[in-house]
């Protein structure tokens, strides 16, 4: 990948062709600007894998040339990523809005590196100027508090960065509605391109306000007699100020569980966004002596996390609230990608535990942070950027994004349909794809160990597939003897007392293939012997019973 002098770079090390992990990149000469660093919810196959981060190899191999990290707003899919960045590459400055900084601010005290971060505050007037780029910020409406849209200012023209928004013109909690005119004065100074949010490019009409939610959720809660419990997101303040209303209004006390929750919460009335009665929040012991119909639980697990507060209740193991026969469970929020089979099963065990599940659009509980076509074609009409890059999106949404963008304008030949680390660079000529650089996915496990290798997930798949076989042996390679085995042991693949023909058949087979290997060589290699032992013994069982488990020789030699 080479970037000409004269050119401006960008690529995305996130966000492309999936939902989540954003990351996205401007470069000119000597200069990096990041945008957004988040994380990913891992697919059901990615067994004890908690996220999915980016692969942040080439910024490392750069990292002088990063001047900032800029962040859009405070969810998970855009900030989640930050603190392993920061770990690689301690010294990269962040900016982000108030709440979104108290949010990474929880997250990089987590892990022991928030005194040694520089962070700082930005606001829709902020404006960044470096030697060569400059950033300011556009205000817009999303399902979180503080959105901005980031505009990254170099000699060719501006880089436009949507982030998440919609146009809700009648925003919540005093939050103001979107700044049109400041992204029409960018369209007016030069948009080289525009980056923007795809994740409803399928959906034909506007969004729903946030406003329409709150008033269908204060109806429905209002028409409730037993006990309460509002699950979502905890960064989500619009819909905990929404059910903190309700509450208020219908004489509830409200109970909080869940880390996050806890701190979504605390960070919302410090920064002022949410209004509290004293004496409205309490604990688990007064909870358990009020009436069912003075209770309304807030909590995390909207999304069928198993260590959620809302997954412990379902299940019984929660330490201090026990699910009730007519409790009513209320979802407010869409099952992620990747979480829909756990989101189900969680409704399941709730209403065999006797609870009443309302979830679901169905219900207006709620409704996308994300804008529907006509929003896109507006963004584009605004800013009227010269290329058009849809990003934060699958496959799919992003082509129909880009027609939807030649609809409003923009040439087909100027949109760029980029996966992670395609590279496209626009200069005073025209654009071109320069290459690629690296963008595959880093999974992190239950440890926070953020190294799990490719193969070490798949190792796991195949043993939650097709089970492990052990075979050990003890040789003598002196005098190319097998002293003792083969054993052959079984761990979810077959029942050995069940099984005893094939594994005798095993053994035997096993043994032929020592003496085999023991013959070729004067002096015989562990490494050749196990290899021969793991593609001949999966050929044989696959002929045996079509399947291949894991094969795990043990050599053990005579000393």
Known sequence: MRIKNNEVAVYAIGGLHEIGKNMYCVQYQDEIIIMDCGIKFPEDDLLGINYVISDYSYLIKNRKKIKALVVSHGHEDHIGGIPFLLEKIPEIPVYATPFA???????????????????????????????????????TT??????LG?????????????????????????QPAPDFQKMAQLGKEGVLALLSDSTNAEVTQFTKSER??????????????????????????????????????TGRKVAIFGRSMENGVANGIDLGYLNVPKDLIVNAKEINKLPPDKVMILCTGSQGEPLAA???????????????????????????????????????????????VIHGRVNN??????????????????????YMIPVHGEYRMQVIHTQLAQEAGVPAENTFVL????????????????????????????????????VVVHDRQILSEEGLVVAVATIDY???????????????????????????????????????????????????????ISENLSDFLYSKTERRPMILPIIIEKK
Request: proline letters at 4%; a positive charge.
């Open 365 to 386: 509980v709620h409704t996308s942070g994300h804008g529907g076509q006509e929003e896109l074609k507006m963004m584009v009409r605004l800013s009227k950027p010269k």
């Open 478 to 532: 002196k005098h190319k003897r097998v002293l003792a085995g083969p054993d052959i042991l079984s761990r979810g693949f077959v029942y050995m007392r069940e099984s005893t023909e094939l594994i005798n058949q095993t053994q035997k087979h096993v043994y032929h293939v020592l003496r085999n290997e023991m013959a070729k060589s004067d002096k015989p290699k562990e490494s050749d012997i196990k290899k021969a």
């Open 419 to 454: 996966s992670n680390g395609e590279v496209v660079c626009f200069g005073p000529n025209g654009a071109r794809i320069a290459g690629r650089i690296p963008a595959g996915d880093v999974y992190v496990d239950t440890s926070g160990t953020a190294d799990v290798d490719n």
């Open 212 to 249: 329409f939610v709150a008033q269908s959720l204060h109806n429905i809660i209002t028409g409730i007699h037993g006990r309460i419990i509002f699950a979502t997101f905890a960064s989500n303040l619009y819909r905990v100020s929404t059910a903190i209303q309700a509450a208020i209004d």
């Open 310 to 356: 809302l997954s412990r209740i379902a299940n019984g193991t929660h330490r201090q609230i026990t699910l009730q026969p007519g409790d009513t469970v209320i979802f407010s929020s869409n099952p992620i990608p990747g979480n829909t089979l756990s989101v189900n099963h969680l409704i399941n065990k709730l209403m065999e535990g006797g609870a009443n």
């Open 142 to 147: 999303h399902s979180i508090p503080d959105t």
């Open 150 to 174: 980031i505009a990254v200012h170099t000699p060719l023209g501006a880089v436009v960065f949507t982030g998440d928004f919609k146009f809700d013109l009648t925003p919540v909690m005093n």
């Open 101 to 139: 900084l108290s949010l990474i601010r929880g997250k990089l005290e987590e892990h022991g590196i928030l005194k040694t971060t520089e962070l700082h505050e930005e606001h829709e007037d902020t404006v960044l100027k470096f030697k060569k780029l400059s950033v300011s910020f556009f205000r």
